[in-house]
């Protein structure tokens, strides 16, 4: 018994991942933590975007179940688990039934390496950035044995744009990735690291985001991506695979109920994925602002403050609408409901004011503090743009992006070797 | 205008006005040579509509009639012509190719045949469809039940 | 002779390439339950991958007969049956019909009825070009300026509301003028939208006019030249927009058009894009036209002497309007009786959408649904 | 990390392998065959990673996986399924196949018994932190010529592809 607590106590003290510590406990703890956080993130995302597009575009969105409709993904929820589950007759039955599962597995593997912090990541792989890539590379396969499958012309065609658009993309994006990763060998070794954690450290070291490395190269390899990550994601202006106005839905056109909702599932997910590629990349990862320039105690403090005030903001929101609401007994629950859930935002900030607290989960709140922006850029591009022609996505694709990635990637490596150059001469 | 018309067609042409608008009446013989001159030597380049009419105790019970437009007179002229039940008519599409859909609603909907027209069946109604809805011996409240019963599977829509 | 050929050869399918990998031709059958069909529009198309070799339209699916309801019913009633051709411009419908009948019996609608027509009528061209403009932006994938549109619409029907208590088949005008006098405040509520909605159409345009993949989406797309518009008796701005100068406001005025200043926005390439601009140029002359109107409104009756039964003298009359979507035609015989002998309408939507073969042939799949929706047609009306 | 319970997942593995290549030649559906070869392909990167070769895993999975196998997929779909499963399968040849794959099977069993004569005794030891450095350094140090030269074939065998399949340029 005791050995099992100290066996659980010992990783505590550890500076490493729980997967690199080899402690199989808090690897599974860690499993768990992400899976559901990334499940919540994934509700949070659905109730947001509905919100923040639904504001965009003069309306309010929903705003019956629950207060301010803060309840209508577990509603939606609740309304596709309960549907029915229909497979098509003509439809390649076992396929079909895979389909979906390997696109989810392959949404949420890539989570293994996401470095929430230093030691906040389920394990730190030597290869993590191609992982990443290559587990999500997979979801094609997903999607095309869904269109495959479904034995049905629209999703065949949106099966067939969705794969061509993510391997195509997937070359500029590499290409990009590889010129962050050129970046890492800046040190007194010369040798770079393909590890997510390596990755962060490395801008941690050099004093400095990749995106304002060798000013402008960061910036156009960081561009580079953001535009290939949305197209990878398949959404707007990139969302040809499921574009409706053309291809009904594309290749989940035949999808309902719980299926339905694994791609939806898996979608999001991919998002929230590539957006941590993105920020471990460029961002400096759970790197707080200026952790060089700004350093020292007071500093630290008032940086540790952030989360906590960040969730009291969220709270005071919640109350400022809870005296908001209409004085009606119908709307009695919605407010008391309102109100209970802003006690739970403002709890949640206080307990992040302990220090012992705030120093172990800072770095959860800089890392999605940093994808959550992404998240708002991609409901923000869903809002204003129209969606793009299949040829031009490919124009784009091999035209602009894969020139551009190759020479931001020569002007890269040729700087980055002459810097070295001149520290080693 | 006319006059130059009567003079090359004679007697076949009939010019009249009703309510300020022309319109000429002319023989059925004179039909695709008439609407070739108007299109090509009197500019008449737009076909706005062609339709028909349904009188039941004529001898020769349907009015054809061309709606015809020229952007250069900035004026618009009608053609009608009578032909009996059965007869045939040449069609318009090679004068104006917008008169494809057009004659395919005549035909539907009254019965009349284009010659040379690409394709030649129902538009508006279903492919066998009995009956020709536009004709006066055809009542509002007619359907074609057979075809409603086995496409539809109800008795009537009425 | 030889000029109609050449307006047809171009017509004819031009033989396909033998496609790569002997990959079998596919045909998709778009609608009549599709997101983009507008309705219930049926399009067969032939891909090969995502070209377009051909397609078909299969209409019909909202046919309810209306000119033959025309004959069975009297000239005042069949008035509120015109509403229910071009749902979104239901008083342009009302106009011709009353015009035509008007037209019939010989009588004109006094002048303070024709201002109010044109007031009317002219919303209403601003209403539909309005939901054209959210639909067709939705259909390319831009969700956003469907509710602003949406929002705008909204004051005009409220003004339609105020009126004559509907909305979208408002059954505003009677043969002869018009049934009821504007409401006090009628043109101060004009006048606000007018002021209300001039920055609007800059917000929309702000949207997409310089949207880099509004413009690549549309630019060169469905591109239709003036020549095969006329061959094809395109109308509207689908025909100005490729160059012709033809506008029936201006070309053979009806209502008292020819008393408005305002100029007929054309366009140069007969592309998506030129379309859109025009309906967003004709937009901005339709402000124009009701500040006029609005400023020189006459007192005076808003009826003419039409007698209670109207029983036309036997005759024949075609008559046009100048509908948001193309040339508006009513064909009328009458037999002396109280009833028409025959009702013909010439839609615009119908015509036009003969169209949209020639204008996505050699297209892609995704330019098929920009034309569907560059066409602004109505299956309503389509399909009468 | 140490590894746990090796034995169990490398059978584990290869029974995985090898039912995914049994069921590659016997499926009658090409596409179910394909499916069956990435599930052989992931279960090779499997044991690369066992092999303390993260890399050759990693890019195993990102270019078969993920790359290759999904050009092919792209392919069947377009080409007519129908047609091919009733077209005849390609089994006229199954005499040289199962002469092949005997002759291959000897040389695996022989390599397999007479190793420990062939090969060094000494194992290697097991760099799992430097591995991607180390192939790094191999490819662009040692064997430099023979990587370009690799990257040449295939630039020339892309040419010749698109050559082959655009009859206009």
């Known amino acids: 018994?005791?050995?099992?607590?100290?066996?659980?106590?010992?990783?505590?003290?550890?500076?490493?991942?729980?997967?690199?510590?080899?402690?199989?406990?808090?690897?599974?703890?860690?499993?768990?933590?992400?899976?559901?956080?990334?499940?919540?993130?994934?509700?949070?995302?659905?109730?947001?975007?509905?919100?923040?597009?639904?504001?965009?575009?003069?309306?309010?969105?929903?705003?019956?179940?629950?207060?301010?409709?803060?309840?209508?993904?577990?509603?939606?929820?609740?309304?596709?688990?309960?549907?029915?589950?229909?497979?098509?007759?003509?439809?390649?039955?076992?396929?079909?039934?895979?389909?979906?599962?390997?696109?989810?597995?392959?949404?949420?593997?890539?989570?293994?390496?996401?470095?929430?912090?230093?030691?906040?990541?389920?394990?730190?792989?030597n290869i993590g950035i191609l992982f990443m890539l290559g587990v999500s590379s997979l979801s094609v396969l997903g999607i095309v044995m869904a269109g495959w499958a479904s034995n049905s012309h629209y999703p065949l065609i949106g099966a067939l744009r969705s794969s061509a658009q993510m391997v195509s993309y997937e070359v500029a994006m590499g290409l990009a990735v590889v010129s962050a990763i050129l970046m890492t060998s800046l040190n007194a070794t010369g040798t770079g690291t393909l590890s997510m954690i390596g990755i962060v450290q490395a801008q941690q070291a050099q004093g400095e985001w990749f995106i304002f490395k060798f000013f402008p190269l960061g910036l156009i390899a960081f561009f580079i991506f953001a535009v290939a990550m949305v197209a990878e994601t398949n959404r707007a202006p990139f969302d040809l695979a499921e574009a409706e106005s053309e291809l009904t839905a594309g290749f989940h056109t035949e999808y309902s109920g719980f299926r339905w909702s694994l791609f939806f599932l898996a979608e999001y997910s991919a998002m929230i994925a590539v957006s941590s590629i993105a920020v471990t990349l460029w961002l400096g990862g759970w790197l707080r602002p200026f952790p060089n320039l700004l350093s020292g105690g007071i500093w630290e403090l008032v940086f540790s403050f952030f989360p906590g005030v960040t969730f009291l903001f969220f709270a005071a929101i919640c109350f400022y609408n809870t005296v908001r609401m209409p004085k009606h007994p119908l709307f009695r629950i919605q407010t008391i409901g309102l109100a209970a859930f802003g006690v739970v935002l403002a709890l949640i900030g206080l307990v992040l004011f302990i220090p012992a607290v705030s120093m172990r989960v800072q770095d959860i709140f800089w890392f999605a503090t940093k994808v959550a922006a992404f998240m708002y850029l991609y409901i923000w591009y869903r809002g204003t743009f129209p969606r793009y022609r299949f040829d031009q996505l490919m124009q784009m694709g091999w035209k602009v992006l894969l020139p551009m990635g190759l020479g931001v990637l020569i002007l890269t490596a040729s700087v980055a070797l002459l810097q070295q150059k001149l520290w080693h001469p | 205008m006319i006059a130059k018309l009567k003079g090359s067609y004679g007697s076949g042409i009939q010019a009249l006005t009703y309510a300020g608008q022309n319109y000429i009446l002319v023989d059925r013989s004179l039909i695709p040579d008439l609407l070739h001159v108007l299109r090509n030597e009197e500019q008449f380049d737009y076909c706005v509509d062609i339709t028909a009419v349904h009188y039941p105790n004529r001898d020769k019970p349907f009015d054809v009639l061309w709606v015809l437009y020229s952007f250069a007179r900035n004026e618009r002229i009608r053609v009608t012509t009578q032909i009996s039940d059965g007869e045939t008519l040449p069609s318009s599409?090679?004068?104006?190719?917008?008169?494809?859909?057009?004659?395919?609603?005549?035909?539907?909907?009254?019965?009349?045949?284009?010659?040379?027209?690409?394709?030649?069946?129902?538009?508006?109604?279903?492919?066998?469809?009995?009956?020709?809805?536009?004709?006066?011996?055809?009542?509002?409240?007619?359907?074609?039940?057979?075809?409603?019963?086995?496409?539809?599977?109800?008795?009537?829509?009425? | 002779m030889t000029e109609s050929d050449s307006a047809l050869s171009h017509l004819d399918l031009e033989t396909p390439e033998k496609p790569f990998l002997d990959a079998n031709e596919l045909v998709i059958n778009m609608g009549p339950q599709h997101p983009a069909t507008h309705g219930v529009l049926r399009v067969i198309l032939r891909l090969d991958g995502e070209k377009v070799l051909g397609l078909e339209c299969v209409i019909g699916y909202l046919h309810r007969g209306v000119e033959k309801i025309g004959e069975h019913r009297t000239y005042t009633m069949f008035n509120p049956y015109v509403d229910r051709m071009d749902y979104v411009a239901a008083v342009s419908n009302g106009l011709g019909y009353c015009e035509t009948i008007e037209k019939l019996l010989n009588v004109e609608a006094p002048p303070r009825a024709q201002y109010v027509r044109v007031i009317l009528t002219e919303l209403n061209r601003i209403a539909s070009h309005q939901l054209w403009l959210g639909t067709h932006a939705l259909d390319i994938g831009a969700i956003t300026p469907l509710f602003y549109t949406f929002r705008d619409?909204?004051?005009?029907?409220?003004?339609?509301?105020?009126?004559?208590?509907?909305?979208?088949?408002?059954?505003?005008?009677?043969?002869?003028?018009?049934?009821?006098?504007?409401?006090?405040?009628?043109?101060?509520?004009?006048?606000?939208?007018?002021?209300?909605?001039?920055?609007?159409?800059?917000?929309?345009?702000?949207?997409?006019?310089?949207?880099?993949?509004?413009v690549e989406r549309t630019r060169n797309v469905g591109i239709i030249s003036g020549k095969d518009c006329i061959a094809l008796g395109v109308t509207g701005p689908v025909l100005r927009a490729s160059g012709v100068k033809w506008d029936l406001r201006k070309a053979q005025p009806y209502a008292n058009y020819k008393n408005f200043d305002f100029d007929i926005p054309i366009g140069q390439n007969g592309d998506t894009y030129d379309r859109y601009l025009v309906r967003v140029a004709e937009m901005r002359q339709s402000v124009r036209i009701i500040e006029q109107a609005v400023e020189a409104i006459p007192e005076g009756p808003i009826m003419a002497k039409v007698p209670k039964v109207i029983k036309p003298a036997v005759g024949e009359v075609y008559h046009s309007i100048e509908a948001p979507k193309g040339e508006l035609g009513y064909f009328v015989v009458s037999d002396g009786s109280t009833q028409p002998y025959r009702v013909r309408v010439r839609p615009p939507s119908f015509v036009n959408l003969q169209a949209l073969d020639k204008m996505c042939r050699g297209q892609l799949v995704a330019d098929v649904i920009a034309v569907i929706g560059t066409l602004d047609i109505v299956l309503g009306e389509v399909d009468r | 990390m140490a590894p746990v319970a090796t034995p169990f997942f490398f059978y584990l593995l290869s029974g995985i392998m090898l039912i995914g290549g049994i069921l590659v030649i016997t499926r009658k559906n090409p596409v179910h065959s394909a499916l069956a070869l990435i599930v052989t392909l992931l279960a090779q990167a499997s044991i690369y990673l066992m092999l303390y070769a993260p890399f050759v895993a990693g890019v195993q999975i990102i270019l078969y996986a993920g790359g290759i196998m999904v050009l092919f997929l792209f392919v069947i779909m377009l080409v007519s399924i129908d047609r091919s499963i009733k077209e005849r399968q390609f089994n006229s040849q199954w005499v040289v196949g199962i002469i092949a794959a005997t002759a291959l099977g000897g040389l695996f069993i022989a390599a397999f018994t007479k190793g420990d004569k062939i090969f060094p005794e000494h194992?290697?030891?097991?760099?799992?932190?430097?591995?991607?450095?180390?192939?790094?350094?191999?490819?662009?140090?040692?064997?430099?010529?023979?990587f370009e030269i690799a990257s040449l074939l295939l630039l020339v065998a892309i040419i010749g592809a698109v050559v082959m399949a655009k009859k206009r340029i």
């Open chain 3, 153 to 214: 619409r909204e004051e005009i029907l409220k003004i339609y509301e105020k009126y004559c208590g509907a909305r979208l088949t408002t059954h505003a005008f009677r043969i002869g003028g018009l049934q009821y006098e504007t409401y006090a405040g009628f043109e101060q509520d004009v006048r606000n939208f007018l002021n209300f909605f001039l920055p609007k159409i800059d917000e929309y345009e702000e949207l997409l006019t310089t949207n880099r993949i509004w």
């Open chain 1, 1 to 125: 018994m005791n050995s099992i607590v100290q066996y659980i106590q010992s990783y505590l003290a550890s500076d490493k991942t729980p997967g690199a510590a080899g402690n199989m406990f808090w690897a599974l703890v860690y499993i768990m933590l992400v899976f559901v956080g990334l499940s919540v993130a994934v509700i949070a995302m659905n109730w947001l975007e509905r919100k923040i597009l639904a504001h965009m575009q003069v309306r309010l969105g929903p705003m019956r179940v629950g207060p301010h409709g803060l309840l209508q993904p577990i509603a939606d929820a609740i309304k596709l688990l309960l549907k029915e589950d229909i497979i098509p007759a003509e439809a390649d039955g076992l396929i079909f039934w895979m389909a979906p599962f390997i696109v989810v597995l392959a949404a949420f593997t890539v989570f293994v390496v996401v470095p929430f912090g230093p030691t906040h990541a389920i394990t730190d792989m």
């Open chain 4, 123 to 146: 194992v290697l030891p097991m760099v799992e932190n430097d591995n991607t450095q180390n192939i790094a350094t191999l490819l662009y140090g040692q064997y430099m010529f023979a």
């Open chain 2, 93 to 158: 599409v090679p004068i104006w190719p917008g008169a494809n859909w057009l004659e395919r609603e005549v035909y539907d909907m009254f019965g009349i045949k284009f010659d040379g027209h690409p394709d030649m069946k129902r538009i508006l109604l279903p492919d066998g469809w009995k009956g020709h809805p536009l004709r006066k011996d055809y009542p509002i409240l007619q359907q074609d039940t057979e075809w409603v019963q086995i496409n539809l599977g109800i008795e009537s829509g009425q």
